[in-house]
């Protein structure tokens, strides 16, 4: 299962990114998370409904700093996943 995740709301610069790693690596998920020049963060994830459901939760509670004002998702397709590895941050430096 592949899922795409648009988180809005005060998510830059409050080390969003870092704790999405940290939570998606926990769970063994491969994809990535990048800011948006939006100012919101960006999530692909692949992995099983319940790990998922886990990501999910972690993405709507977010980390300390962060307030989290909608988290708007739709599911990719499973051909999305072939190129999706070890979960990474796009864009860090």
Do not use: C
């Amino acid at each position: 299962m592949v899922l795409h995740f648009l988180v809005q709301g005060r998510v830059q610069g409050v080390g969003f990114r870092w704790f999405v790693h940290r939570e998606a690596s926990e769970l063994r998920l491969s994809g990535w998370v990048r800011n948006t020049e939006d100012g919101d963060v960006e999530v692909v994830a692949s992995g099983t409904a319940e790990d998922l459901a886990e990501l999910r939760a972690s993405l709507r509670r977010g980390p300390r700093g962060s307030r989290i004002d909608h988290v708007i998702e739709h599911y990719l397709e499973e051909k999305e996943a072939t190129s999706l590895e070890s979960f990474r941050i796009e864009g860090a430096w």
